[in-house]
């Protein structure tokens, strides 16, 4: 099982994430590569089982909230047909961000596996670390084999 994290930070709470959710595969027993979207390994991405990929929600804190920087992963090579994991982070809500990342990614012929919203920042900032174990367990359990 190989996994590709890729994620687009703008402050670093994305990507402070990003890294906890690769530890939370590799004690899972998956390989895993974290790259932000402006410098993946393009071998590697191509190579792997998972694609998860993150980034922030941007917006006027309550309106027009969507994912920041989608320009950015456009950049990315194709994912058609790939397996995808989704997150956003966010500070007030991440319900319009997280449809419009599962939007991007349909509109690119990919499967989604699981997807999360992840509050990194901000008051009332709590434990995500259990929240963060759901989103490894789900999306590794699209990959378990079936039993018969
Ligand atoms: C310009 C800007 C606009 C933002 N708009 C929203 C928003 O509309 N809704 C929300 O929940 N969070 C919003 N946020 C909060 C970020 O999504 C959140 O802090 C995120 O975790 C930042 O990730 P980063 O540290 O990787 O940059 C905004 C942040 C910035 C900088």
């Known amino acids: 099982m190989k996994t590709a994290i890729l994620y687009q930070s703008l402050r ?17 027993g998956s390989a895993v590569g974290v790259f932000p979207i402006t410098n993946i390994n393009a071998q590697y991405v191509l190579n792997a089982d998972l694609l998860v990929i993150g980034t922030w929600t941007d917006g006027l804190f309550g309106l027009g909230a969507r994912p920041a920087q989608l320009g950015k992963l456009n950049l990315l090579p194709d994912i058609s ?3 995808v994991a989704l997150f956003v982070t966010y500070e007030i809500s991440p319900e319009k961000s997280l449809k419009g990342l599962c939007e ?3 509109d690119r012929g990919a499967s989604i596996v699981t997807s999360s919203g992840f509050k990194v920042r901000g008051p009332f900032q709590k434990n995500i670390q259990p929240e963060i174990n759901s989103f490894v367990d ?11």
């Open 104 to 106: 991007w990614t349909q």
């Open 81 to 83: 047909h790939r397996n």
């Open 138 to 148: 789900n999306a590794l359990s699209h990959f378990l084999p079936t039993e018969t």
């Open 12 to 28: 670093g709470g994305t990507k402070k994430l990003a890294h906890s959710i690769a530890e939370g595969f590799v004690d899972k």
